[in-house]
T-cell receptor, first 111, second 114 residues
Framework: GENVEQHPSTLSVQEGDSAVIKCTYSDSASNYFPWYKQELGKGPQLIID?????GEKKDQRIAVTLNKTAKHFSLHITETQPEDSAVYFC??????????FGAGTRLTVKP | KAGVTQTPRYLIKTRGQQVTLSCSPI?????VSWYQQTPGQGLQFLFE???????NKGNFPGRFSGRQFSNSRSEMNVSTLELGDSALYLC?????????????FGPGTRLTVT
């Protein structure tokens, strides 16, 4: 089955800096890669996603890149703000089914 | 639209008991997936229901079961609870009518087994 690895497990940046979180997946058939943000006491919130037919997608300060050949994808957050502090999860699936998640990255943005 | 709702939000049970958790998906969403989240194992897929049928199943023992009703609401049941079942149980709903794959999570039910 699919295996998703996520790095780093913790990331601390200064406000205004950029943050990058990387994930690799094992199943070349995976074609849908969402990213979730989870704040304390809440469920994961979908923040951006990408499909295998696209190499990059941006939404304001957030961007995701996908390298199908290397089977890895990354989340980029620019101009980080304290409210970006949370746990971020990547995931991989085939047509949205049987979603497999990375272990999560705890991002701390220091004011 | 209202989001995904889960009840109860917190639950304390004793080892050996059974528990039922409920999930109401976003209006119009027909697919409901359940996940277990623990500090040690992370987010793990339990099962998915679509139109009252289990469509996918993760690698969990048969003590974990679920069902979906005609209004798309879903329940999951855990029998003979073990200490290791203590976790945050999340459900997520998705709209499978088009070509979208997005899953939207509820706030979760925090289950503590003593």
């Amino acid at each position: 089955g699919e295996n998703v690895e996520q790095h780093p497990s913790t990331l601390s940046v200064q406000e205004g800096d950029s943050a990058v979180i990387k994930c690799t997946y094992s199943d070349s058939a995976s074609n849908y890669f969402p990213w979730y943000k989870q704040e304390l006491g809440k469920g994961p919130q979908l923040i951006i996603d990408i499909r295998s037919n696209v190499g990059e997608k941006k939404d304001q300060r957030i961007a995701v890149t996908l390298n199908k050949t290397a089977k890895h994808f990354s989340l980029h957050i620019t101009e980080t703000q304290p409210e970006d502090s949370a746990v971020y999860f990547c995931a991989a699936s085939i047509w949205g089914d049987d979603m497999r998640f990375g272990a999560g990255t705890r991002l701390t943005v220091k004011p | 639209k209202a989001g995904v709702t889960q009840t109860p939000r917190y639950l304390i049970k004793t080892r050996g008991q059974q528990v039922t958790l409920s999930c109401s998906p976003i209006s119009g969403h027909r697919s409901v997936s359940w996940y277990q989240q623990t500090p040690g194992q992370g987010l793990q897929f339990l099962f998915e229901y679509f139109s009252e049928t289990q469509r996918n199943k993760g690698n969990f023992p048969g003590r974990f079961s679920g069902r979906q009703f005609s209004n798309s609401r879903s329940e999951m049941n855990v029998s003979t609870l073990e200490l290791g079942d203590s976790a945050l149980y999340l459900c997520a709903s998705s709209d499978t009518s088009g070509s979208t794959y997005e899953q939207y999570f509820g706030p979760g039910t925090r289950l503590t087994v003593t």
